[in-house]
């Protein structure tokens, strides 16, 4: 499993590329980095780029990972997460999470990187600068 993540301070935006096998623990443990990092706080969007992911995370997991996000990500209210998708289950799991915070932050799935940065109003080249392997994303 590849789970890295970029600050791009110029647009307050926070890039995750998680690629392979997933779990529940794997995501916590990559937010809690993020956290001591000093990356989350209040104004801060997220692009989650999520490529080939296979995961046994069951939906008992998924609501759980969504109720720990609500309580420990606090700071990321009123922001914007988008999520590059590539398959069914990330699909899934990507909507089961959106419609479980949609209170406190929007979040929304994608299938490019065009369109979720378009989204989230940043420039493309902004985010292939910092973060050259999600051009690798830019393609259906």
């Known amino acids: 499993m590849l789970l890295n993540s970029y600050f791009i301070e110029s647009h307050s935006l926070i890039v995750e ?12 443990e990559l937010r809690l980095l993020e956290i001591e990092r000093g990356w989350i706080r209040p104004g801060v ?3 989650g780029i999520f490529h080939r992911i296979s995961t046994a995370i069951t939906h008992s997991e998924v609501l759980a990972f ?4 609500k309580t420990n990500l606090t700071a990321l209210a009123g922001s914007k997460t988008a999520l590059i998708v590539d398959t069914p289950i990330t699909t ?3 909507q089961i999470v959106a419609s479980n915070v949609s209170d406190i932050r929007a979040m929304r799935t994608f299938s490019t990187l065009s369109s979720a940065a378009n989204w ?4 493309v080249q902004s985010i292939l600068e910092a973060v050259p392997e999600a051009g690798d994303f ?3």
């Open 17 to 28: 590329i998680i690629n392979g096998e997933v779990t529940l623990d794997s995501l916590i």
């Open 45 to 47: 969007n997220s692009l």
């Open 66 to 69: 969504a109720e720990w996000t």
């Open 92 to 94: 899934a799991f990507s």
């Open 120 to 123: 989230l109003g940043v420039p």
């Open 138 to 140: 830019n393609r259906k």
